[in-house]
């Protein structure tokens, strides 16, 4: 399930990418940061991808899962700090949904 | 351009019922929620129970419109109930009743409306806060606080959604004569639109025309405004 959810977070942030022109990495792993020290994305458009992720795991995963964090912005705990600590966000919501 | 896609909550009766009825004459594809069902139906209008507050309830409906729609277009932020009482004589539950459907409703419906308009990269936002948060209004502690509750939200989300191309309004009717100010005593209701420019009760056709104005796609310069009725 990890695999898939990476795979799909790496899928929307190419397309938000395209949409915002955000220049990315040729790669992207789960070891990706995403926000704070070498992030790829700021603030908005680090609140973009979790939407999309969110619609995304809906969509093609078939469960629903909120990623909305009061740890969002923190430096040290949040769960936005790479591809992989998303991803493992997301499966442990699905784990705890059931 | 296709229908606009438009969502009004608490549409079982009152200014909500109008307003689905009016965008739905306006070729709008309207849905409408409320707590229990409705006794009106109209081709091009869809209707949810939900509690607005119920967060599961609203997300799982947000889901349905995204898969049936694709999109939204319109959120109309209706749903409201008040309590006419002196603060020293009302219940703590009645208070948190009415923050958690005016300003905790308010504000999971605009979250979830802006994560499917900022796909599109547009999207009107209309709340709901009341000429009773400039008038002070005594004897409504709770409803009034919920509203400029509601007043300093659109404010903030207004600036939040803005990149989004999503703006963030608020219009403030008079009493209307809704089964919300029905219990309110006549001479109470007589002194409020005594302190009016314009003497008189708003009608249902005062609302829309505002949020008409809101909607128009040449109002995408226009956010974070408050437009009060009745010359306040």
């Given at each position: 399930m990890r695999d898939n959810i990476v795979a799909l977070i790496v899928e929307a942030a190419r397309e938000l990418g395209d949409q915002d022109e955000i220049e990315l990495p040729v790669e992207l792993t789960a070891d990706t940061r995403l926000f704070g020290e070498d992030g790829i994305l700021d603030s908005m458009a680090l609140v973009s991808l979790i939407v999309a992720v969110e619609q995304m795991i809906e969509e093609q995963l078939g469960f629903a899962v909120s990623l909305a964090d009061d740890k969002a912005l923190s430096q040290k705990s949040s769960p936005y700090q790479t591809i992989g600590t998303l991803a493992d966000y997301a499966a442990a919501q699905q784990g705890a949904s059931h | 351009m296709s229908q606009p896609v438009t969502l009004i909550t608490g549409t079982r009766k009152g200014i909500g019922r109008y307003l689905a009825e009016h965008f739905v004459a306006r070729d709008h594809q309207v849905i409408g929620c409320s707590r229990s069902p409705t006794d009106w139906d109209t081709p091009g209008y869809q209707h949810f129970e939900l509690d607005v507050c119920d967060e599961i309830a609203v997300r799982s409906m947000f889901s349905a419109i995204r898969k049936s729609h694709g999109r939204l277009d319109n959120l109309i932020n209706n749903a409201g109930i008040a309590s006419m009482n002196h603060s020293l004589l009302t219940p703590l539950k009645t208070v948190e009743r009415i923050l958690e459907v005016n300003l905790v409703g308010t504000f999971l419906?605009?979250?979830?409306?802006?994560?499917?308009?900022?796909?599109?990269?547009?999207?009107?936002?209309?709340?709901?806060?009341?000429?009773?948060?400039?008038?002070?209004?005594?004897?409504?502690?709770?409803?009034?606080?919920?509203?400029?509750?509601?007043?300093?939200?659109?404010?903030?989300?207004?600036?939040?959604?803005?990149?989004?191309?999503?703006?963030?309004?608020?219009?403030?009717?008079?009493?209307?004569?809704?089964?919300?100010?029905?219990?309110?005593?006549?001479?109470?209701?007589?002194?409020l639109v005594a302190r009016q420019a314009i003497k008189r009760l708003g009608r249902c056709e005062d609302v829309a025309n505002v949020i008409d104005f809101y909607l128009r796609e040449e109002s995408d310069f226009i956010t974070g405004q408050h437009l009060f009725l009745g010359g306040l």
């Open positions: - | 419906f605009c979250r979830e409306a802006a994560k499917l308009m900022q796909r599109a990269r547009h999207g009107r936002i209309v709340n709901f806060t009341t000429v009773a948060v400039p008038l002070k209004l005594e004897g409504e502690a709770a409803y009034v606080a919920s509203k400029a509750g509601v007043k300093s939200l659109t404010d903030v989300l207004a600036r939040e959604y803005a990149s989004s191309g999503i703006t963030v309004n608020s219009i403030g009717p008079t009493p209307i004569d809704t089964d919300l100010i029905r219990a309110v005593p006549k001479q109470k209701i007589d002194e």
